[in-house]
C-alpha cells in the first residue's frame, strides 16, 4: 500500500502530546511494515530524524496549518492534491483532522474533545472550527481511533458515530524515563528550589490543565502545613490568560511556585524524578500521558477524579475533585505527612505502568490500518 500520513506535528525540539503519539507509533510501524510505502505529509521543513526508514518518503506542501484558515487550505487543498498525487491507498491523520474532499479511506485519531465541553477554554475561532469540522471529519472518516475508553464513549455520544467503528489504542509511555538518584535529586533541588522539597506539574499552561486551582490548592497546603515545599510549574505559557493571573497574584506563597519554561527530555526526567508528588488535576484530558510518566520515575501520582484520568491511573493515584482546591490540598497534605502512602503509590505505579507501551499503542494502530483498508 501508499500510506499518506498527515506528520505536520513533528517537529524537531517541539514535541508535545500528540507529537510523541506520532512519533513512537510511526517510527515502529513503519520500521515492521517495511513492504508498504509511507508518505510523510509535512507543512514545513522537516528534520531528517523523522524520515525513519527508507520506506519513508518525506513529502513538503504549504501553508503551515497553525491557523483555522490555514487548517481548512492544508486539509482540504494541500493535503488531497498530494494524495492524488501519490496514488494514496489510505490517509493516516494523528491528530485528529480530517479532509472532506479527500476520496481517499481516513483513519482520524482523535484523542479528545474537550472543546465541546469547554469551548471557553480555547480562541474563539479555534473552537468555532473544531465544532464545525470534528463532527464531520468523524462522519466522513472510515474509522476512528482513539486513547480511552473515555474518549470513544465520548465520540460516540456526541457525534453519533456507531461504536464498531472507533478502537481504543491506549498511549505509551517514553521509556527513556526513569527513577533518579538520591544524589542527583539533591542536585536537582538545589538547582530549581534551593534545596526544598516540590510538587511538580508538567505541561502546557492552558485553561483545561488547571493551573487556577493548583495554585489555590497549593496556596491552602501551605497554610495548613508548616514546610518550606515548593511548587514547580514546568511548560510554556500557551495560553495563559487574565483569571490565572489574577489568582496567582492573590496567593500567599506565590514565591514559592516556581516557573522553568520548556525542558528538554534529560532535564524533565530529573525534574520530574526528584519530585515529591505529580500534580496534574486537569478537568479534561483524552488521556493524561504525564501520569504514566511519573509511574516510570517512582513518583506518586495526584490527578483529577474526571474524564480519562481515572482510567489511566487506575489504583495506582490519589484522585481529587479538580473543580474544588481544598481536595487536591488534602491530597497534598497526605503524601506530605504519610510516607507509607507514597511508598504504596509507587509500588502500585510500577505495576500500573506495565500495562501501557509504545510498542502495544503501535500494535493497536497497525491493527486499526488493516479493519480501514482491509484489501
Not at 461504536?163 to 505509551?172: A, H, L, P, T, V
Not at 536537582?188 to 483545561?208: E, H, M, N, Q, S
Not at 510549574?233 to 520548556?262: C, P, Q
Not at 479534561?284 to 482510567?311: K, N, Y
Request: some cysteine; hydrophobic content about 40%; proline content about 6%.
Amino acid at each position: 500500500m501508499n500510506i499518506a500520513v498527515n506528520t505536520r506535528l513533528l517537529l524537531d525540539n517541539r514535541l508535545e502530546g500528540i507529537g510523541w503519539f506520532t512519533y513512537e507509533t510511526l517510527k515502529r510501524i513503519v520500521t515492521i511494515h517495511p513492504e508498504h510505502t509511507f508518505y510523510f505529509i509535512f507543512d514545513r521543513p522537516y528534520d531528517k530524524k523523522f524520515v525513519f526508514s527508507k520506506n519513508v518518503i518525506p513529502v513538503v506542501t504549504g501553508p503551515q496549518a497553525r491557523h483555522p484558515v490555514l487548517f481548512y487550505l492544508w486539509f482540504e487543498f494541500s493535503v488531497p492534491r498530494v494524495l492524488k498525487k501519490i496514488g494514496a491507498d489510505m490517509f493516516i491523520s494523528p491528530d485528529g483532522y480530517g479532509s472532506l474532499r479527500a476520496k481517499t479511506p481516513e483513519l482520524l485519531v482523535m484523542h479528545d474533545l474537550n472543546f465541546e465541553h469547554y469551548p471557553k477554554d480555547l480562541p474563539r475561532i479555534i473552537t468555532k472550527y473544531y465544532k464545525y469540522f470534528f463532527p464531520k471529519f468523524a462522519a466522513k472518516a472510515s474509522r476512528i481511533a482513539t486513547v480511552s475508553d473515555f474518549s470513544k464513549k465520548d465520540i460516540q455520544a456526541l457525534y453519533n458515530i456507531p461504536g464498531d467503528k472507533i478502537d481504543i489504542i491506549y498511549n505509551g509511555v517514553n521509556e527513556n524515563y526513569h527513577p533518579v538518584t538520591p544524589e542527583k535529586q539533591t542536585e536537582v533541588k538545589k538547582r530549581y528550589t534551593a534545596g526544598c522539597d516540590y510538587f511538580i506539574y508538567i505541561g502546557a499552561l492552558l485553561p483545561r490543565k488547571n493551573l487556577k486551582n493548583l495554585f489555590l490548592a497549593f496556596d491552602m497546603f501551605r497554610g495548613k502545613n508548616n514546610a518550606d515545599i515548593k511548587l514547580v510549574i514546568v511548560g510554556a505559557r500557551k495560553w495563559w490568560t487574565a483569571e490565572m493571573e489574577d489568582i496567582y497574584n492573590g496567593l500567599d506563597h506565590k514565591s514559592d511556585i516556581i516557573f522553568t519554561g520548556r525542558l528538554n527530555s534529560e532535564e524533565l526526567n530529573d525534574i520530574l524524578g526528584s519530585a515529591l508528588a505529580l500534580t496534574y488535576i486537569s478537568y479534561f484530558e483524552g488521556f493524561g500521558i504525564p501520569i504514566l510518566e511519573a509511574f516510570r520515575c517512582d513518583v506518586p501520582v495526584i490527578t483529577s477524579d474526571q474524564t480519562s484520568m481515572p482510567e489511566v491511573a487506575g489504583e495506582a493515584a490519589l484522585l481529587a475533585d479538580p473543580f474544588q482546591p481544598a481536595s487536591v490540598a488534602e491530597a497534598m497534605s497526605r503524601i506530605f505527612l504519610e510516607p507509607t502512602l507514597r511508598d504504596n503509590l509507587i509500588e502500585r505505579g510500577r505495576k500500573r505502568m506495565n500495562d501501557f507501551s509504545w510498542d502495544r499503542t503501535a500494535a493497536l494502530l497497525w491493527q486499526s490500518v488493516e479493519k480501514t483498508f482491509p484489501g
